[in-house]
């Protein structure tokens, strides 16, 4: 079992659209987790960091489920720019980041 | 300021050859980390610094494989006798300490022949 888990999609949507990424860890002493995004071809890039109590960043929302070791991204409002691979990642101090292998995202117009 | 830094973008090497990659971290980030990434696939953890030292070395797939940061900044991936499924990008990120946002280079691409 991979220790993080992503759909990898592809997620084909219009924009406008309302879409929710759910990622899973298998490392339940895991501290912190974040979410990254990375164009084609490109370098990963900070979305957003995950915080226990849920966090919001303009449209998009991260939430953390320490019980079921889960967590979700949900973009609101789709743009075209979105269009993106959206990486789950988890970290325990004293080891080291662990990816998911990401979830493709396709805003259609 | 400036970002990460890697070098080279590409690089193309025959089966057999040893090849280094080139990290120039964001200057004052103690933590330094390397990643490979192969094609539809997340990246992969390598090895981690913290200052000159090797803090995790326990993704390197094997002794083909070896990385310095002598005077803990710039750092060097090292591969001996590349073989074919060494192909992929290889990334890598600074952080200001372990555990911070990390901040990625634009990658190596690196292709065995």
């Known amino acids: 079992r991979k220790e993080v888990e992503q759909d990898p999609g592809p997620f084909n949507v219009p924009e406008g659209a309302t879409v929710a990424f759910n990622c899973t860890y298998s490392?339940?002493?895991?501290?912190?987790f974040f979410w990254y995004r990375q164009d084609c071809r490109k370098e990963p890039k900070l979305l957003m960091s995950?915080?226990?109590s849920g966090n919001e960043d303009g449209r998009f929302t991260a939430q953390l489920n320490r019980a079921s070791q889960y967590i979700s991204l949900l973009i609101r409002d789709s743009k075209l720019s979105d269009s993106a691979t959206y990486l789950c990642?988890?970290?325990?101090?004293?080891?080291?980041?662990?990816f998911g292998p990401g979830t493709r995202l396709s805003v259609l117009p | 300021g400036a970002g990460v830094s890697q070098t080279p973008s590409n690089k193309v090497t025959e089966k057999g050859k040893y090849v280094e990659l080139r990290c120039d971290p964001i200057?004052?980030?103690?933590?330094l980390y390397w990643y490979r990434q192969s094609l539809g696939q997340g990246p992969e953890f390598l090895i981690y610094?913290?200052?000159?030292?090797?803090?995790?070395d326990s993704g390197l797939p094997n002794d083909r494989f070896f990385a310095v940061r002598p005077e803990g900044s710039v750092s060097t991936l090292k591969i001996q006798r590349t073989e074919r499924g060494d192909s992929a990008v290889y990334l890598c990120?600074?952080?200001?300490?372990?555990?911070?946002?990390?901040?990625f280079g634009p990658g190596t691409r690196l292709t065995v022949l």
């Open positions: 990120a600074s952080s200001p300490l372990p555990g911070d946002t990390q901040y």
């Open positions: 490392n339940s002493a895991s501290q912190s």
């Open positions: 995950v915080y226990s």
């Open positions: 990642v988890a970290f325990l101090y004293g080891q080291n980041f662990v």
């Open positions: 200057s004052g980030h103690t933590a």
């Open positions: 610094f913290q200052g000159t030292g090797a803090a995790d």
